[in-house]
């Protein structure tokens, strides 16, 4: 009655996904795929759409070749050149159950042509998933992030055709 017996969901609040990767590149070659403010941001070598929002220089729309009808927006929560970086990532209309997204990239140089790279993503899901429901998101979730630091590492040491290459793959 008073909802005392009600289930709670075993987790409460975001998620978190962390993964750590050596890249054979410099930290400013890393860094400058994942700025979302860089001409030579990963997504925009992809072909991918990415504009900055008039009047917010921390925002950007990115709209995917593959979902031509949904934009993700990116905010730049923290940026520190060539180490590390934040991004928030709403998307529009919602897909699934993910509601929030909150993507940090650390870069630590190691000499002149290498970095280790941690990529930790805070994921936050709607609200009164089942933990079947929940399960899935985490599974599904955990694999994007994966693919996303692998993506990551194919295109800093081999470029954006091997990176369309390995999507290919994917998708066949």
């Given at each position: 009655m008073f909802g005392f017996n009600r289930k709670k969901p075993a987790i409460e609040g975001p998620i978190e996904f962390s993964l750590e990767a050596e890249i054979?590149?410099?930290?400013?070659e890393?860094?400058?795929?994942?700025?979302v403010a860089d001409p030579g941001f990963r997504q925009v070598l992809l072909g991918h759409s990415v504009a900055p929002v008039v009047g917010d220089d921390n925002c950007f729309d990115m709209v995917l070749n593959e979902m031509p009808d949904v934009t993700f927006h990116l905010r730049v929560v923290e940026a520190v050149r060539n180490r590390r970086l934040q991004l928030e990532c709403t998307i529009s209309p919602t897909v699934g159950n993910l509601r929030k997204s909150v993507e940090t990239h650390i870069i630590e140089p190691r000499g002149d042509d290498a970095?280790?790279?941690?990529?930790?993503?805070?994921?936050?899901?709607?609200?009164g998933l089942?933990?079947?429901?929940?399960?899935?998101?985490?599974?599904m979730m955990s694999a994007a992030v994966h693919n996303d630091l692998i993506k990551l590492a194919?295109?800093?040491?081999?470029?954006?055709?091997?990176?369309?290459?390995f999507e290919e793959e994917q998708w066949s």
């Open positions: 054979g590149r410099p930290a400013s890393v860094y400058r795929l994942i700025d970095c280790h790279i941690t990529l930790v993503t805070e994921a936050t899901f709607s609200d089942s933990d079947g429901e929940l399960a899935e998101e985490i599974a194919i295109h800093a040491e081999d470029g954006t055709d091997a990176v369309l290459r």
